[in-house]
């Protein structure tokens, strides 16, 4: 049982094939009362368990999850719906009486989250514009609808000057335009990463791949069509199962098609890197430790910073 003190906002963060999902469970359960929220682009979606590599179902059903499963395959989910709802979700939770807690690696959606606090440094506004006006008016358009929808929708597709504009103020403020508000977050991040060798993560992601195909990631695309599903649906627009398309499609072979994961996997990988080197991150080191004794660092980390024992 646990109480709360402070309003900050804890994460399990770190690249993919970490073990945040092993630890954010065990986690879970070491502490009691904690809810987990997830922070990753592909598990919101149903249909797609194996190459999401979502928490499997026995796992939902010990801890509560939010943003796991629920999302239909034909329907887009950005980086602006993942904040509006976190944000939600976070203070629904603490009104229980109950911990938050976030775990993912997808690093645009925890920069979504995070953003005032990561990065109190922003680039000077010029320096955003140029960066902007370098780009196409539909990538200007794409990224605005990753966003803020609803924005993007409010200024068409055509409207350069606009589009850029709205950019600019979620740049600096971390906050949709369509919801901009002076307004200060009622939380702070603790963000808790788990470190390995990148060497030795690219060894766990090719035997992970190798894992997804075993356990049937083709046959899991092939039934997603038979409900009626075409190719060019969002949750299938990823490096991840845009190879099984293809594949199914004929255009390559299964060994391809694993190569092809592989690849967008490792720049994936290098992506993440990136992004948690310029995020305070408390890193703990997860190669070669038993569950045991990461979900003891991890523990001690959250109680010194935001939990404090029942005294029952």
Same mark, same amino acid.
């Given at each position: 049982?646990?109480q709360?003190k402070?309003?900050?906002l ?5 690249p ?13 359960e !070491? /502490?009691?009362k ?6 990753d ?9 194996i190459?999401?590599?979502? &928490?499997?179902?026995s ?7 939010? /943003?796991?499963?629920f /999302?239909?395959p =034909?329907e ?12 939600y979700?976070? !203070?629904?939770? $603490?009104?229980r009486?109950?911990l938050?807690?976030?775990?993912? *690696?997808t690093?645009?959606?925890?920069q979504?989250?995070y ?7 922003? &680039?000077a506004e ?9 780009l ?7 990224l ?9 929708? %409010? ?9 850029? $504009? ?6 600096? #403020? =971390?906050r949709?335009p ?10 702070s991040?603790?963000l808790i990463g788990?470190r390995?060798?990148?060497d030795?993560? %690219?060894? $766990? ?7 997804m195909?075993? $356990? ?6 092939e ?12 949750a ?7 190879p099984?398309?293809? /594949?199914?499609? *004929?255009?390559?072979s299964?060994k ?7 690849r967008?996997t490792?720049?994936?990988? %290098? #992506? ?7 995020? &305070?991150?408390i890193?703990?080191?997860?190669e ?5 004794i990461?979900v ?5 980390i959250?109680k !010194?910073?935001?939990?404090e024992?029942d005294?029952?």
């Amino acid at each position: 049982m646990v109480q709360l003190k402070g309003k900050k906002l804890p994460a399990i963060v770190g690249p993919t094939a970490t073990g945040k999902t092993d630890l954010s469970l065990a986690l879970a359960e !070491r /502490l009691g009362k904690v809810e987990l929220i997830y922070a990753d682009s592909l598990a919101v979606y149903k249909y797609l368990d194996i190459g999401t590599d979502k &928490p499997p179902a026995s796992f939902r059903e010990r801890v509560p999850h939010h /943003l796991v499963d629920f /999302l239909d395959p =034909g329907e887009r989910w950005s980086a602006f719906q993942f904040k509006k709802e976190a944000i939600y979700l976070q !203070r629904e939770i $603490r009104e229980r009486g109950n911990l938050p807690l976030v775990v993912g *690696g997808t690093a645009f959606y925890l920069q979504a989250l995070y953003r005032s606090f990561l990065f109190v440094g922003a &680039p000077a506004e010029n320096n955003i514009r140029i960066a902007f006006e370098r780009l196409p008016t539909e990538k200007l358009y794409a990224l605005l609808q990753n966003v803020d929808p609803r924005r993007a929708q %409010k200024i068409g597709k055509h409207d350069r000057k606009r589009l850029i $504009r709205a950019l600019e103020i979620f740049e600096k #403020t =971390g906050r949709p335009p369509s919801l901009f508000s002076p307004r200060p977050s009622s939380f702070s991040p603790l963000l808790i990463g788990i470190r390995w060798d990148r060497d030795k993560l %690219k060894e $766990r992601i090719c035997r992970r791949v190798e894992e997804m195909f075993e $356990r049937g990631i083709v046959e899991e695309v092939e039934e997603l069509f038979s409900r009626g599903y075409s190719e060019d649906i969002p949750a299938l627009d990823n490096f991840t199962y845009r190879p099984i398309v293809k /594949l199914l499609r *004929g255009d390559i072979s299964r060994k391809e098609a694993q190569e092809e994961i592989v690849r967008g996997t490792f720049r994936f990988l %290098k #992506t993440q890197i990136n992004w948690f080197k310029k995020a &305070p991150v408390i890193w703990i080191e997860g190669e070669g430790k038993p569950l045991s004794i990461l979900v003891e660092e991890t523990c001690a980390i959250i109680k !010194r910073n935001l939990v404090e024992e029942d005294a029952k």
